[in-house]
């Protein structure tokens, strides 16, 4: 509840906005109460013929004579209660004396009241009763006019307010989600991390729009109505509001199941967009091993689990509703069986219960159960939105958690100047672990000298690519340093050292967008002669102008689908280029493509990495002629580090990764020639 609390913290901060909200809402809930208010004037108007005039007239005579005659009796019994010594008959007739204090009170207000509307009705009421008649509907069709207008701008502003606080909760959401450290980004995935910006944020921006609008208007609505009621008679209001205390407890009950419930349902509708994500992300493999079956199976089952749990939610949701029209049931039911039977034998007490100050007329008595009617509408349309609310305080309470997150990766307050020229690479005992008690580096310690290009080799799960991802700051080491030029990367700014630090990878990461953009991602301001260049080096100009109908202009797809595995790597390559960073970080750069694309990437980066300090894992032979030093790593720990021919004739590991490399170097090649 918190969680969304503060998300209407949020929306009041657009305050005029709110302003004029409130105004609006407050307009349309008196003109509601307004409207039912002319009951008992139509009464009088239809059923007896009478004009406003003869109706207030009579009202003030009646009361003015009741008053007198009430005033006369009470006297007559305070004389008597003086003379009175018997100690019964003396509380008999105290009794008798408080009944006629209260009939003279109320026959007092009645006065009052026809007083203070008698000049009015005198001055702008009609005199003719089919005017009259006129005149009252004119009143209501002119105030349901001006309801209508407020309600329309009223909503309109509501919903205003609502997306405004939608989209600055997507906006933080994001911002702080890309802030994030890698680790924490991956954990829930991908499919969750989507329905809490764009579902469960809408769900928010939902239940805001609710409270601001029916939790505020009909409540209102119903408040002026049972003001109205009250103003009929107060007692005989709170005598009929006796059945809400047993439907709030059960509403309340109602409200900790459906949150339960709906926290799971959004909890698996997660599961299911991850899983959506994923088959359709990988689709190429859902079809070549014929698990179409397999996937939507799997689907299904997910899909399943929702549907049951949205299904209790709703059933729930019936009975909240149910319940509320219990409620207004119950309290219209009392209201009529007290209120007739007030009116149909002039009593004043029901049950011995004193529910009014005076014997209640019939048109009094048919606009106390207009206003209460009108006071039951309101109930049953807040019931309809109950399950949203419930919904809402969910999605809050997972999308704040989030939202609160705060990374561990940031720059310090006084940061290091950034290097200018290319620096010296040291990792300095290095430990890590994803996993507490599995440790993936073990003391890492290595020097990489400035401007020099080094090859990284080893087993998959090494920490190959662990430890060049300390460069950028993907992640932080548990222990040890990595330091450029003998500082620690942790004294620079952030955004400054991942601008002097490039990473090309072996998943090419490639919008949907145009050539020209995908080049220039992250060099907004670079010109169009500068990206061609950057093409032209990473020999990717040829095919972007011989192949692609639009040239720089054309869209490559989602992922650069609408391109080769070669071509996406240039693109890559060309970005770098483009961005001219004195570190590189290339890993696995060319695992993925063809000979003759990893030729060419090959004369491209042959130039480029000259007068840069590089990091290159690699497993291919023909990558290792660009490295002048070769590392190799094993188990979290470097074996051994020197030339290739150094390494060849002292390390047996790296001549067996050579031997493998060999044989699959071999075999593509065959396939190949084969293709």
Same mark, same amino acid.
């Given at each position: 509840m918190s969680s969304l609390v503060r998300a209407l913290r949020m929306a009041l901060r657009y305050r005029w906005s709110f302003v004029f909200t409130l105004v609006t809402t407050i307009g349309v809930a008196i003109l509601w109460g307004a409207n039912i208010s002319t009951v008992a004037p139509f009464i009088k108007v239809i059923f007896e013929g009478k004009n406003l005039h003869q109706w207030i007239g009579e009202r003030r005579v009646e009361a003015e004579a009741n008053l007198e005659t009430i005033e006369a009796e009470i006297q007559v019994i305070e004389s008597? #209660?003086?003379?009175? /010594?018997?100690?019964?008959?003396?509380?008999?007739?105290? %009794?008798?004396?408080?009944?006629?204090?209260?009939?003279?009170?109320?026959?007092?207000t009645s006065l009052w009241l026809t007083e203070f509307l008698e000049p009015w009705i005198a001055n702008y009421a009609p005199t003719s009763t089919y005017e009259t008649l006129v005149f009252l509907i004119l009143l209501v069709i002119a105030a349901t006019i001006l309801r209508g207008v407020l309600l329309a701008v009223n909503m309109y502003l509501v919903a205003r307010i609502? $997306?405004?606080? !939608?989209?600055?909760?997507?906006?933080?959401? *994001?911002?702080?989600?890309?802030?994030?450290?890698?680790?924490?980004?991956?954990?829930?995935?991908?499919?969750? #991390? =989507?329905?809490? =910006?764009?579902? @469960?944020?809408?769900?928010?921006? &939902? %239940? !805001?729009?609710?409270? *601001?609008?029916? =939790?505020?208007?009909?409540?209102l609505k119903m408040v002026v109505c049972l003001a109205g009621a009250a103003v009929c008679n107060w007692r005989l209001l709170l005598f009929t509001l006796i059945v809400c205390p047993l439907a709030g407890a059960l509403l309340v009950l109602l409200a900790k199941s459906i949150k339960r419930l709906n926290r799971r349902a959004v909890e698996e509708s997660a599961r299911l967009l991850n899983r959506l994500f994923q088959s359709i992300t990988y689709i190429k493999a859902v079809k070549s091993f014929n698990m179409e079956e397999h996937e939507l199976n799997r689907f299904q089952v997910i899909a399943n689990d929702v549907y049951q749990k949205n299904m209790r939610v709703a059933y729930l949701g019936s009975l909240a509703r149910m319940n509320s029209e219990l409620m207004g049931v119950g309290i219209i039911s009392l209201g009529i069986l007290a209120g007739g039977y007030l009116v149909l034998n002039g009593e004043t007490r029901f049950l011995g219960l004193q529910l009014s100050d005076t014997p209640m007329k019939v048109e009094t008595m048919m606009l106390f159960f207009s206003f209460m009617i009108a006071a039951a509408d309101p109930v049953r349309k807040m019931s309809d939105v109950f399950t949203m609310i419930q919904g809402g305080i969910v999605s809050a309470e997972r999308v704040f958690p989030l939202l609160d997150k705060r990374t561990k990766i940031h720059s310090p307050t006084n940061p290091t100047p950034i290097i200018t020229t290319p620096p010296e690479l040291e990792f300095a005992n290095v430990r890590f672990a994803y996993t507490e008690g599995q440790p993936v580096l073990n003391g890492i310690n290595l020097k990489v000298p400035a401007g020099k290009t080094v090859a990284i080799v080893g087993a998959n799960g090494c920490g190959k690519s662990t430890l060049v991802n300390f460069l950028p700051r993907f992640f932080d080491p548990d222990s040890g340093s990595v330091k450029l030029n003998g500082t620690d990367v942790r004294d620079f700014d952030l955004q400054a050292l991942r601008g002097v630090v490039g990473l090309v990878t072996q998943q090419t990461m490639l919008f949907d967008d145009t050539i020209s953009n995908n080049i220039a991602y992250g060099s907004e301001s670079a010109t169009r002669e500068q990206i061609e260049a950057?093409?032209?080096? %990473?020999?990717?100009? $040829?095919?972007?102008?011989?192949? *692609?109908?639009?040239?720089?202009n054309s869209g490559i797809g989602e992922h650069g689908g609408k391109l080769s595995g070669g071509q996406r790597q240039r693109l890559e390559l060309a970005r770098i280029i483009l961005k001219n960073p004195l570190v590189l970080v290339l890993d696995e750069a060319t695992s993925q493509i063809d000979p003759t694309s990893e030729q060419l990437i090959h004369d491209s980066l042959r130039s480029f990495v000259r007068g840069r300090t590089v990091l290159m894992i690699t497993h291919r032979l023909s990558s290792l002629d660009l490295a002048d030093l070769v590392? /190799? &790593?094993?188990?979290?720990?470097? /074996?051994?580090?020197?030339?290739? /021919?150094?390494?060849?004739?002292?390390?047996? #590991?790296?001549? @067996? &990764?050579?031997?493998?490399?060999?044989?699959?170097?071999?075999?593509?090649? @065959?396939?190949?020639? %084969?293709?």
């Open positions: 008597e #209660l003086k003379a009175t /010594v018997d100690p019964i008959l003396h509380r008999n007739m105290a %009794a008798e004396l408080a009944d006629a204090n209260r009939l003279a009170t109320g026959y007092a609502g $997306q405004r606080t !939608v989209l600055d909760i997507q906006n933080q959401f *994001l911002r702080n989600t890309l802030s994030l450290e890698l680790s924490e980004i991956g954990k829930n995935g991908t499919g969750d #991390l =989507i329905n809490r =910006i764009r579902g @469960e944020t809408n769900a928010i921006g &939902m %239940a !805001v729009t609710t409270i *601001l609008g029916k =939790i505020i208007r009909e409540p950057a093409a032209k080096q %990473a020999s990717a100009h $040829q095919f972007i102008e011989s192949q *692609l109908e639009d040239g720089y590392v /190799v &790593m094993h188990e979290g720990e470097v /074996v051994d580090m020197g030339t290739k /021919v150094e390494l060849t004739a002292r390390c047996g #590991l790296f001549r @067996e &990764m050579l031997r493998t490399s060999q044989r699959e170097e071999q075999t593509i090649s @065959e396939r190949t020639k %084969a293709a």
